[in-house]
Nanobody
Framework: VQLQASGGGLVQAGGSLRLSCAAS????????MAWFRQAPGREREFVAA????????YYADSVKGRFTISRDNAKNTVSLQMNSLKPEDTAVYYC???????????????WGQGTLVTVSS
């Protein structure tokens, strides 16, 4: 599986961005997907995950209520709608795929290249 993230950019605090991740291959619909982020000088952290069927989602406390993860299995895409952005959301955002339908906050098998989100105050 190859993953290509896009949609990052510069936005003011309080604004919104929508990240997308396009996946190759025929197995996308069987994989759980997630978004992680890594801020400068910090470790990569879990942001949100969605099960293969989209029946289950899970969010880090820091983004709960502001971010929404979704997927379109017909188009092999997963998205992250980010609202009410804060300067502390500034990071490189990565999409990831897991070779199982169930979500995890840390065990993923495939990773995209990342897209930079910068939130100005």
């Amino acid at each position: 599986v190859q993953l290509q993230a896009s949609g990052g950019g510069l936005v003011q605090a309080g604004g919104s961005l929508r990240l997308s991740c396009a996946a190759s291959g025929r197995t996308f619909s069987r994989y759980a997907m997630a978004w992680f982020r890594q801020a400068p000088g910090r470790e990569r952290e879990f942001v949100a995950a969605i099960s293969a069927s989209a029946g289950t989602t899970y969010y880090a406390d820091s983004v709960k209520g502001r971010f929404t993860i979704s997927r379109d299995n017909a188009k092999n895409t997963v998205s992250l709608q980010m609202n009410s952005l804060k300067p502390e959301d500034t990071a490189v955002y990565y999409c990831a795929a897991r070779k199982t339908s169930f979500i995890s906050t840390h065990e993923y098998d495939y990773w995209g290249q990342g897209t930079l989100v910068t939130v100005s105050s």
